[in-house]
């Protein structure tokens, strides 16, 4: 069974992903996100889609960490989902922008409260003597924040991936897989189904 196009290929990601959170037994809003570094070095890990609309995709993370020190100098990057329970795939590729500060303390606030302390407790791809530093911090600001809300570092937002291509793959019978790729033209986007 072929991919059915769509001509909104956000709708037709938001049907798989609806699918997808009904068959995968862990995280299917999982996606490898690939940056690079200005001289073109790559590096890929799996972070979690925290919303998807019209403008994009989104996910939240320390802006001094790894990816987001690659995507401060280079501002595209790679999205890539998979769900193995629905043989399915689906690549991004886009520009990428910091959220807005008013989206990023909307889904600060939505978090559980230790998520919000870990968030302040880790300084996300510095090198740490031994775990211990990391629930000695975790401490100190569980101590720092005891009473009332916990705000927003000012290290940590969300980062949203403008499409620019997005390709949707299916698995097939004997290797002949379905791709249908879906490129942003001016007034809409265009079509392709490409050899698997």
Known sequence: MTITENDNPIELFREWLTQAEA????????????????DGKPSVRMVLLKGVDEKGFVFYTNTESRKGRELADNTEASLCFYWKSLARQVRVD???????????????ASRD????????????????????????????????FNIGDVPRPDFWSGYRVIPHTIEFWKEQLF????????????????????FP
Do not use: C
Request: no cysteine; proline share 5%; aromatic share 8%.
């Open 23 to 38: 068959s995968e037994p862990v995280n299917p809003n999982a996606m490898a996100l690939a940056t690079s570094t200005p």
């Open 113 to 144: 409260r230790m998520a919000k302390i870990g968030a302040w407790a880790s300084k996300q791809s510095h090198p740490i003597e031994s775990t211990l530093e990391l629930e000695k911090r975790a401490a100190e600001f569980t101590a720092k």
């Open 175 to 194: 290797r002949l897989h379905d791709r249908l790729v879906y490129h942003r033209a001016d007034d809409g986007w265009t079509t392709q189904r490409l």
């Open 94 to 108: 886009g520009a990428v922008e910091i959220v807005t500060d008013e989206e990023a303390d909307a889904y600060f």
